[in-house]
Nanobody
């Protein structure tokens, strides 16, 4: 069975940094797309960043220049380095693994992330 498990969330001060990780296991073929999306109680879901099988990345405008998405293909592990955090980044962060032709990666971060989601990891930034 496939599993998507996030880790690395927690609390940080504004201006600080956190690094999220996501381990995707049980996939028998190369993963086409991985990404992060986030949800907070008072905001709509927001796509954060994506990375496709070729390593091409996309970022939401709200995180561009502050967040970096990367992956270790050998380990099927995804990362999100988050710097210069603000209170607006407070949310539950979900890792998404998507396969096929039209994936979460196909439209930058604007498409709804169908595919396999992890359970989420909470990020709380205090100002």
């Amino acid at each position: 069975d496939v599993r998507v498990v996030e880790s690395g969330g927690g609390s940080a001060q504004a201006g600080g940094s956190l690094r999220l990780s996501c381990a995707a296991t049980g996939y028998s073929v190369k993963i086409d797309c991985m990404g992060w999306t986030r949800q907070s109680p008072d905001k709509a879901r927001e796509g954060v960043a994506t990375i496709d099988s070729d390593g091409s990345t996309s970022y939401a405008d709200s995180v561009k220049g502050r967040f970096t998405i990367s992956k270790d293909n050998a380990k099927n592990t995804l990362y999100l380095q988050m710097n210069s955090l603000t209170a607006e980044d407070t949310a539950m962060y979900y890792c998404v693994v998507d396969q096929g032709v039209d994936t979460y990666c196909s439209g930058g971060t604007t498409l709804y992330p169908f595919g396999d989601w992890g359970q989420g990891t909470q990020v709380t930034v205090s100002s």
